[in-house]
């Protein structure tokens, strides 16, 4: 039985003189069905994500619940489940301490900036620890140029509560001498793509950077009251705790998805950020209103931060590794 052609019928077994012309003509009209085949589905398929891309624009909330009562997420996620985080370390090289965090698309850099100054009058054995989440207008299209917005804001203080809370640095250890000298860091936190979820990145890129700090050994001259700056001998910050931020958003008053989007953000009825350290003790709790949370649901979102500690402190631990000198 002769083979047949891509779109022709099989039914016709007589056979034909083949010429290099029909042969030819043959090839063109079989593409042509070909092409319209394709363009058929391509425009069914079209149709398809048009329809869900105009439901998803004009009922975003039922768009989204179509998703949860399958317990996943548009993006491919289940519920419980968090986007791909990287970390790099040492990104700036002009910082004594850098880090750039990637958690899905939200991307941020946290450089740390050493200087010397006096301690405060109130503590003179201690040093300084300055937080400050930028979040610029080339980030996303949700904030605007000009002075720190209230998300921007509202981070910076998170990171500054983070940071006391935990005791992820004794600021006694920055102190240099007494009453005369101690270290000031400026950690700035910058946001590079914003798609939800800051406070666990900015969180990450902190603790890390932290860890990637050099600072050069400094004394006191008795007589003379200078300070000595030796570039050449360098050492790391003493890191006391390692706190790890995870945020829940919650739909419908009950629902808990770990790792929200900014468009999740946005659909949310409320958030929670659970901040645990590496004994699996809670550093803090940060609800910034909507929905209440039942005693149950807040201990499962305890029990899953401290499962996702793990996690990251042993991604950190290995980006750490893979630098140190063999």
């Not at 996943?72 to 791909?84: I, K, S, V, Y």
Request: aromatic fraction near 4%; proline fraction near 6%.
């Amino acid at each position: 039985m002769q083979k047949a052609s891509p779109g022709y019928s099989t039914r016709n077994t007589k056979r034909v003189k083949s010429t290099p012309f029909l042969a030819l003509l043959q090839d063109v009209t079989a593409t042509r069905l070909a092409k319209t085949h394709k363009n058929v589905q391509s425009e069914a398929a079209a149709s398809r994500c048009g329809n869900n891309v105009l439901r998803k624009t004009v009922e975003p909330l039922e768009y989204y619940r179509r998703f949860l009562k399958e317990n996943c997420r548009p993006d491919g996620r289940e519920l419980g489940e968090f986007r791909a985080t990287t970390v790099n370390i040492g990104s700036i090289t002009t910082a004594d301490g850098s880090a750039l965090v990637k958690l899905g698309n939200t991307t941020v850099i946290c450089g740390v900036k050493a200087e010397l100054a006096a301690p405060p009058v109130d503590s003179p054995n201690k040093g300084y620890i300055v937080p400050n989440v930028e979040l610029p207008s080339l980030c996303s299209t949700r904030f605007r140029p000009g002075p720190p917005g209230e998300e921007a804001q509202a981070a910076s203080q998170f990171i500054a509560d983070v940071i006391e809370n935990s005791q992820i640095i004794e600021k006694e250890d920055l102190c240099i001498a007494n009453g005369k000298l101690a270290w000031v860091l400026y950690c700035d936190i910058i946001c590079l793509d914003y798609d939800g979820n800051i406070l666990d990145a900015s969180t990450f890129a902190l603790l890390t950077a932290l860890k990637n700090v050099q600072l050069p050994a400094v004394t006191v001259n008795e007589e003379t009251g200078l300070s000595e700056v030796n570039l050449k001998q360098k050492n790391p910050l003493i890191i006391r705790k390692h706190p790890v931020a995870t945020s829940f958003a919650i739909f419908d008053d009950t629902l808990l998805i770990v790792d929200p989007t900014a468009e999740e953000e946005d659909l949310a009825t409320g958030t929670v950020t659970i901040v645990t350290d590496e004994e699996g003790r809670l550093c803090s709790v940060h609800k910034p209103g909507g929905s209440p949370l039942t005693g149950a649901k807040l201990q499962d979102c305890i029990t899953r931060a401290v499962t996702r500690h793990k996690e990251v402190k042993k991604l950190i631990d290995k980006v750490i590794k893979s630098i140190q000198p063999k």
